[in-house]
C-alpha cells in the first residue's frame, strides 16, 4: 500500500541528508537549529562493504531501513529461518537463537548479560570462555542465575584460550550438551593496553591486539576453514554458522586519546567482517558506545565520555543495548558494521555546565574554590576521599590510567579558557598545579 501510495504521490518522503559517520556532531546541531518540521531527517552511512550491493532503493534513501525480502540463510548473518523477514520490517524482526553460541569474554559485565539475553531468545547452550573462571561475587551471582532460570546445562564455563588456533578449532568445531554444535559465535572479548601512543612498546600491541583481531581470525578460521586431518569430536569441514558476530567499539569510528590500540584492534576486526560478508559467510560487527552496569565504562564515574573528532557519548542501558540487536541483526545483510551509542548534546544553559549545575567541586558557577575541591575531583575518579590524597603527590603516582587520565584533562578543560591536553596530567601534575592552572585561566 505505502509504494502505490508514495508513486501516486499521496504521500511525501521525509527530506533526508546522507552524512558520513564522522559528521554525527554537525548533523545533531543541524537538528537542533531546525525549525518546526522543516528541518531534514540525519542519516549516518556505515561504509558498504566490499562487493556486497547496496539496498535497491532510490540514493537519496538509500540509508533508510525498508522491508527486506531476501531468504538467504548463507548471507544474512542472522539465525536459521527468514520467512518472517518477507513481510516485516527490521525494526520489528525479532532474532531467534538455535544451538549453541560462543560467548568470548562471556564472563565480562557485557558477557554475561549477552548469555541470558542470547538463552532468552532460543539458544540451547551457552559457552562461555575465560581463562580466569568466576571470581567476583557479582559474576557468581549472575552465573548461578543462569542456570537457575535456564537449566543445569544452559551454560558452561571454557577455559580454552582463542588466542591460539588450535584451541579456538576445537572450541568452535567440539560437540556440547544433546549433540548440540555451534550456531553463533559472539566475540567480546578484550585485553586493554591503553596509554598514550608514544609510550606504547611492541609488547603492549601484540597484548592489545592478539585479544581482539588476534582471536577474531582464529575463530574466523575456525568456523570455516577445513581441518588438515581429522580430530575425534570435532566436525571437520567447519561450522554451520547462522551468527557470527564482533562487539567493536564507537573508539573505532571517533577514536579515543589513550585507545589507540584498542581502537585499531576493533577496526581490524570490522574490515574482517566486512570480508566475511563479501564471501556470503555471516558476519556483524557492532561499534558499541559506553554501556552503563556493564562493560569497560562501567567504572567511569562520568556520564559523559569525550571522544574523538568532537563527539561526546553519554552512557547507555545494557538491556536497552541489548535490544537493539533485534534490529541490528535484521538488518545485517545490507551490512557488516553498525554503531550503537547515544550522542550527548549540551544543552544551553545559563551558566554552570550543560545541565546548570556547577562542574566544578564547589565554587559558584563551577569554578574551584580551593585546592581541596581538585583533591575530592581526584577522589570522585580513583574513589576513597579527598583526605586519602596528598595536593603536592604527582598524580601519576596514584596509578592513573588513560581513561582517568582523560577525565581528569576534560573535567579542567570544562572550568578554564585554555584548553589542556592529556601529556598535562601525564606528566609531573600534582592538585596543586591543577589548582593553580584554573585559577590562572579562568573560564569568562
Not at 175 to 187: K, L
Request: proline share 4%.
Amino acid at each position: 500500500m505505502m509504494e502505490e501510495m508514495l508513486a501516486l504521490d499521496e504521500v511525501q518522503p521525509l527530506p533526508v541528508a546522507i552524512r558520513r559517520p564522522e559528521d554525527a556532531v554537525s548533523a545533531v546541531k543541524e537538528l537542533e537549529t531546525a525549525s518546526g518540521s522543516s528541518g531534514r531527517k540525519q542519516v549516518l552511512r556505515i561504509a558498504q562493504p566490499v562487493g556486497v550491493a547496496p539496498p535497491a532503493v532510490a540514493p537519496e534513501y538509500a540509508s533508510a531501513l525498508s522491508t527486506s525480502t531476501s531468504t538467504s540463510t548463507s548471507t544474512s548473518g542472522i539465525s536459521g529461518d527468514r520467512k518472517d523477514m518477507e513481510s516485516t520490517t527490521m525494526l520489528d524482526y525479532r532474532y531467534h537463537a538455535r544451538g549453541v553460541h560462543v560467548v568470548t569474554g562471556g564472563l565480562g559485565g557485557f558477557g554475561l548479560e549477552l548469555a541470558h539475553w542470547l538463552l532468552e531468545h532460543g539458544a540451547e547452550q551457552v559457552v562461555l570462555t575465560s581463562r580466569s573462571g568466576l571470581r567476583t561475587a557479582w559474576q557468581h551471582l549472575r552465573f548461578a542465575a543462569l542456570l537457575a532460570k535456564h537449566g543445569d546445562h544452559a551454560a558452561v564455563i571454557s577455559n580454552l584460550d582463542v588466542t591460539d588456533a588450535a584451541q579456538a578449532i576445537r572450541l568452535v568445531r567440539q560437540t556440547y550438551h544433546g549433540g548440540a554444535r555451534v550456531r553463533g559465535v559472539w566475540h567480546s572479548a578484550v585485553v586493554l593496553r591503553d596509554g598514550l601512543f608514544q609510550q606504547a612498546g611492541d609488547a603492549d600491541w601484540a597484548i592489545g591486539l592478539a585479544s581482539k583481531i588476534g582471536a577474531l581470525r582464529n575463530l574466523d578460521a575456525a568456523a570455516s576453514a577445513p581441518l588438515p586431518s581429522p580430530v575425534d569430536g570435532l566436525t571437520p569441514v567447519g561450522a554451520e554458522l547462522d551468527t557470527f558476530v564482533v562487539f567493536s567499539s564507537v573508539t573505532s569510528l571517533g577514536g579515543n586519546c589513550g585507545q589507540t590500540i584498542y581502537g585499531w584492534g576493533n577496526n581490524a576486526c570490522e574490515r574482517l567482517m566486512e570480508r566475511r560478508r563479501a564471501a556470503g559467510l555471516p558476519g556483524m560487527a557492532v561499534q558499541w558506545g559506553a554501556i552503563e552496569s556493564a562493560g569497560l565504562a562501567s567504572h567511569l564515574t562520568s556520564d559523559i565520555i569525550p571522544m574523538g573528532r568532537g563527539m561526546d557519548v553519554a552512557k547507555q542501558n545494557v538491556d536497552d543495548s541489548l535490544r537493539s540487536l533485534h534490529t541490528l541483526l535484521g538488518a545485517s545483510g545490507r551490512a557488516a558494521v553498525f554503531s550503537s551509542y547515544r550522542l550527548h548534546v549540551e544543552a544551553v544553559a545559563n551558566d554552570g555546565d550543560a545541565d546548570g549545575n556547577n562542574a566544578g567541586g564547589g565554587g559558584a558557577g563551577g569554578g574551584v574554590d580551593s585546592v581541596e575541591d581538585v583533591l575530592a575531583k581526584l577522589a570522585d575518579i580513583l574513589g576513597g576521599s579527598a583526605a586519602d590524597y596528598d595536593a603536592s603527590q604527582p598524580l601519576q603516582e596514584y596509578g592513573l590510567d588513560s581513561l582517568s587520565v582523560v577525565e581528569v584533562m576534560n573535567w579542567i578543560n570544562r572550568l578554564v579558557a585554555v584548553k589542556v591536553t592529556p601529556s598535562f596530567v601525564s606528566h609531573d601534575t600534582t592538585c596543586n598545579t591543577i589548582f593553580r592552572y584554573i585559577a590562572e585561566n579562568p573560564l569568562h
